[in-house]
T-cell receptor, first 112, second 114 residues
Framework: DAGITQSPRHKVTETGTPVTLRCHQTENHRYMYWYRQDPGHGLRLIHYSYGVKDTDKGEVSDGYSVSRSKTEDFLLTLESATSSQTSVYFC???????????FGSGTRLTVV | AQSVTQLDSQVPVFEEAPVELRCNYSSSVSVYLFWYVQYPNQGLQLLLKYLSGSTLVKSINGFEAEFNKSQTSFHLRKPSVHISDTAEYFCAVSETGTGNQFYFGTGTSLTVIP
């Protein structure tokens, strides 16, 4: 989507290695989110940010950490990747509840 | 915390037939309601939303959804579907005091059969 970019789009990594996914926005939105999407589970919130250096955990935060040092970048790190973290990861941004979310195109991560 | 239920995980329907995708949420407090659509290998796109006012909201491609406060529902309907409507549909709810957090249902996969 215009204004929000995720990188990489695809990644294959080995169990036990650290992995960082990047979300970059050009909309200057206050809120940023990381979700994972898995069959049968829909979208589950991992972490979110409500401002620079202000982050909080979502419902499936174990094994993940985030950082937001600039308004435009929100990084998701898998500290030691496991096969259960194989998933599609989506970043979303929002400026206010009434506008909903704008989603990135997703990162497909495979942990082997 | 809010709970969002999409009762049908898969809905097959013939082309030009009507369809209804169901969504129920748990809280009766002030909410904003959304439907998102996800086409294969893409991110989610906003389809339509209810914030206040008229309980019937419409999208530009013929979908509509009706907010029913007493039944805490926000079902999505289309009177005549097209092949291009084949996608995954997600219902989402945002309530006051949640720090701009949205709660998503597990999704309904709509397959339009020629």
């Amino acid at each position: 989507d215009a204004g929000i970019t995720q990188s990489p789009r695809h990644k294959v990594t080995e169990t036990g290695t650290p992995v960082t996914l990047r979300c970059h926005q050009t909309e200057n939105h206050r809120y940023m989110y990381w979700y994972r999407q898995d069959p049968g589970h829909g979208l589950r919130l991992i972490h979110y940010s409500y401002g620079v250096k202000d982050t909080d955990k979502g419902e499936v935060s174990d094994g993940y950490s985030v950082s937001r040092s600039k308004t435009e970048d929100f990084l998701l790190t898998l500290e030691s990747a496991t096969s259960s973290q194989t998933s599609v990861y989506f970043c979303a941004i929002s400026d206010a509840r009434a506008y909903g979310y704008t989603f990135g195109s997703g990162t497909r991560l495979t942990v082997v | 915390a809010q709970s969002v239920t999409q009762l049908d995980s898969q809905v097959p329907v013939f082309e030009e037939a009507p369809v209804e995708l169901r969504c129920n949420y748990s809280s009766s407090v002030s909410v904003y309601l959304f439907w998102y659509v996800q086409y294969p290998n893409q991110g989610l796109q906003l389809l339509l939303k209810y914030l206040s006012g008229s309980t019937l909201v419409k999208s530009i491609n013929g979908f509509e959804a009706e907010f029913n406060k007493s039944q805490t529902s926000f079902h999505l309907r289309k009177p005549s579907v097209h092949i291009s409507d084949t996608a995954e549909y997600f219902c989402a709810v945002s309530e006051t005091g949640t720090g701009n957090q949205f709660y998503f249902g597990t999704g309904t996969s709509l397959t339009v059969i020629p």
